[in-house]
């Protein structure tokens, strides 16, 4: 597993998504008809999905990653990284399920934010490098191969992937949540589909499915253009999805409304996670990559402001 160097930055970094953490927990417990399931979920996600594949993908060696080594580590992975992707996913989830618009629009939706916040995540991580016990280490230090397309020294695919990582995780979850409601909001369904939604979210990851989407695998090779196509043609997309959920559905009736102090922790998630990059970036004079986080922000400060816009429709009694 490797020794642990103290470096003060990731060491507040980590106590910020532990706290974020914490207060999201207590909000699913206020706030979710059915919160013991939502805290599977969480464990689900975290603990059978996401810390499972950062694991694996970490130890691959050339052309994957590595992380530095914090205090909180699952192995070899800070454990703040697979909850922070949860925080993110149902946060995104959390003020969809606000509005009334079509069940399969929301997988590709939670894609995009999901590559949207990574915008504002990655680009400053892979900068933070700092003499470790295990030497010269970022907070995340990518290898790519040789001739591999990059964005400030990470494989573009590394940003596409978030859009079917979040993908494969809302579909299931979707999926598991529609067979919980038929079988009557049954316990024993409760506390297994979330694990089952992991499982195969998981099994979806490791197939040649996720190489598709990556580059077009297998009819190009990795260190082709197609990385760039396929972030961009996904982008399209899943913009374009979300265009047509909200420009078609607009005058669908809100389900509630979605506000800063009701809802502070959903508030934290989109609005200061990327302020926080914002600021480390500004601290560590990143300056090459501040447009790239600014820019991430932006993106996620306007769907905000369109999530409260929307709260704004819903009638008294739904606030």
């Known amino acids: 597993m490797g020794d642990i160097t103290v470096v003060p930055v990731?060491?507040?970094?980590?106590?910020?998504?532990?706290?974020?953490?914490?207060?999201?927990?207590?909000?699913?417990?206020?706030?979710?008809?059915?919160?013991?399931?939502?805290?599977m979920q969480f464990i689900g996600f975290v603990f059978f999905y996401a810390a499972v594949f950062e694991i694996t993908a970490s130890s691959l060696g050339e052309g994957f990653y590595a992380y530095g080594r914090s205090i909180l580590m699952l192995f070899n992975i800070p454990i703040t990284v697979p909850i922070i992707e949860f925080l993110i996913i149902y946060s995104t989830l959390r003020a969809l399920k606000s509005v009334n618009i079509p069940s399969w629009t929301k997988p590709f939706i939670t894609g995009l934010s999901a590559m949207v916040f990574d915008f504002s995540l990655d680009p400053v991580a892979v900068k933070q490098i700092f003499q470790t016990m295990d030497g010269i280490m970022a907070r995340w230090t990518y290898?790519?191969?040789?001739?591999?397309?990059?964005?400030?020294g990470?494989?573009?695919?590394?940003?596409?992937?978030?859009i079917y990582i979040a993908g494969y995780w809302t579909t299931f979850i979707l999926i598991g949540e529609w067979w919980y409601k038929k079988k009557?909001?049954?316990?024993?369904?409760?506390?297994?589909?979330?694990?089952?939604?992991?499982i195969v979210s998981l099994?979806?990851?490791?197939?040649?499915?996720?190489?598709?989407?990556?580059?077009?695998?297998?009819?190009?090779?990795?260190?082709?253009?197609?990385?760039?196509?396929?972030?961009?043609?996904?982008?399209?997309?899943?913009?374009?999805?979300?265009?047509?959920?909200?420009?078609?559905?607009?005058?669908?009736?809100?389900?509630?409304?979605?506000?800063?102090?009701?809802?502070?922790?959903?508030?934290?998630?989109?609005?200061?996670?990327?302020?926080?990059?914002?600021?480390?970036c500004l601290i560590g004079g990143y300056t090459e990559v501040l447009w790239l986080v600014v820019l991430a922000q932006i993106l996620l400060m306007l769907a905000w402001i369109g999530i409260y816009i929307m709260g704004k429709k819903a009638s008294p009694m739904m606030k």
């Not at 290898?143 to 400030?152: D, N, S, T, V």
């Not at 009557?184 to 992991?198: F, T, V």
């Not at 509630?256 to 480390?280: A, M």
């Open 203 to 280: 099994a979806c990851m490791f197939s040649p499915l996720s190489n598709f989407f990556n580059y077009m695998g297998p009819f190009f090779d990795r260190t082709s253009n197609m990385q760039w196509v396929m972030l961009i043609a996904l982008s399209v997309i899943t913009t374009g999805i979300l265009a047509f959920a909200f420009i078609k559905f607009w005058d669908r009736k809100v389900i509630y409304s979605i506000t800063p102090k009701k809802d502070f922790p959903i508030l934290f998630t989109f609005l200061g996670f990327p302020l926080v990059n914002t600021i480390f």
């Open 154 to 162: 990470e494989p573009v695919m590394n940003f596409t992937g978030w």
């Open 184 to 198: 009557g909001y049954s316990k024993l369904i409760g506390y297994i589909y979330p694990l089952l939604a992991a």
């Open 10 to 39: 990731w060491i507040i970094q980590d106590i910020i998504v532990i706290i974020a953490a914490i207060l999201m927990v207590f909000y699913i417990l206020d706030k979710e008809e059915h919160p013991k399931t939502v805290l």
């Open 143 to 152: 290898y790519p191969l040789a001739g591999e397309p990059q964005i400030y």
